[in-house]
T-cell receptor, first 108, second 112 residues
């Protein structure tokens, strides 16, 4: 079955404590893997698109990487304003599947 | 015009009724997709339109239908509403398939 699994479901970090979020997928013919950030009551905000294994992209404190079966979102020295739900999505064939997200909470 | 706007922001309908949700995309964004998001879950893909033709569909019944118009607006229609249709409905657009999407803030639909 085609699916996207994100882990952990929730993560609490102290400000400045770096960590990684995982997104694993089981689809054939990946056309793109997306990372989004979603704040409560709002639509997802686009962060990155990755297309092939080995690709990496960075934006401020965030860095996304892609292998053949999973992607990582590394967050370095996070700040309280990085608290949000981080969603991973894969596009394959003519479909898009989202994971359930990781709820990230950064404590000051 | 920048951003994706959805209307209405909130809506209450009765089971069995029909509803139309609207979305206005950024100029030049010829790809639009619609999602259903339940509380605490990731968005579920309903369908996608590219240049006014449906070119992808998730596991939703035919009573979920849509249209995309030349002026970069689109709509989601749901017939015979069920209680389980209560959710946040999100519209997202992109200037090309396979690129990142810009999402609207959604329409919160409650079916009673």
């Amino acid at each position: 079955e085609d699916q996207v699994t994100q882990s952990p479901e929730a993560l609490r970090l102290q400000e400045g404590e770096s960590s990684s979020l995982n997104c694993s997928y089981t689809v054939s013919g990946l056309r793109g893997l997306f990372w989004y950030r979603q704040d409560p009551g709002k639509g997802p905000e686009f962060l990155f698109t990755l297309y092939s294994a080995g690709e990496e992209k960075e934006k401020e404190r965030l860095k996304a990487t892609l292998t053949k079966k999973e992607s990582f979102l590394h967050i370095t020295a996070p700040k309280p304003e990085d608290s949000a739900t981080y969603l991973c999505a894969v596009q394959y064939s003519d479909k898009i599947i989202f994971g359930k997200g990781t709820r990230l909470h950064i404590l000051p | 015009e920048t951003g994706v706007t959805q209307s209405p922001t909130h809506l209450i309908k009765t089971r069995g009724q029909q509803v139309t949700l609207r979305c206005s995309s950024q100029s030049g964004h010829n790809t639009v997709s619609w999602y259903q998001q339940a509380l605490g879950q990731g968005p579920q893909f309903i369908f996608q339109y590219y240049r006014e033709e449906e070119n992808g569909r998730g596991n939703f019944p035919p009573r979920f239908s849509g249209l995309q118009f030349p002026n970069y607006s689109s709509e989601l229609n749901v017939n015979a509403l069920e209680l389980d249709d209560s959710a946040l409905y999100l519209c997202a657009s992109s200037f090309a398939r396979d690129y990142g999407y810009t999402f609207g803030s959604g329409t919160r639909l409650t079916v009673v």
